[in-house]
């Protein structure tokens, strides 16, 4: 799966900013993913959602803020995130698991399509 993340930009903290990662094709069965590395630190899991988007987990650090979606007939997923914090200034990367239909964990094992990433900086 091709995936391709967009609408990262700058924002000011307390502001919200949507992402969207488009997939190429075979969209349907992937359970989808948002990772995010901010300068100097590893990539860490942000949130994903199973395949046919009922099932969602968010890391402590964005839930309640963020919200993950997907629209399947688009090949699109999406992250929505509200209340941005100057720690949420990373690149975001979207990920499709590496089995269709499959279960998957919260690790950067169990995706094996990413998209190039997107920018978000929060600023203060």
């Known amino acids: 799966v091709q995936l391709q993340a967009s609408g990262g930009g700058l924002v000011q903290a307390g502001e919200s900013l949507g992402l969207s990662c488009g997939a190429s094709?075979?969209?349907?069965?992937?359970?989808m993913a948002w990772f995010r590395q901010a300068p100097g630190r590893e990539r860490e899991f942000v949130g994903s959602?199973?395949?046919?988007?009922?099932?969602?987990w968010y890391s402590d650090s964005v839930k309640g803020r963020f919200t993950i979606s997907r629209d399947n007939a688009k090949r699109t997923v999406y992250l929505q995130m509200n209340n941005l914090k100057l720690e949420d200034t990373a690149v975001y990367f979207c990920?499709?698991?590496?089995?269709?239909?499959?279960?998957?964990?919260?690790?950067?094992?169990?995706?094996?399509?990413w998209g190039q990433g997107t920018l978000v900086t929060v600023s203060s």
């Open positions: 990920a499709a698991s590496r089995n269709r239909y499959g279960s998957f964990g919260s690790t950067e094992a169990d995706f094996g399509s």
């Open positions: 094709e075979r969209f349907n069965g992937y359970a």
């Open positions: 959602l199973s395949w046919k988007g009922d099932s969602k």
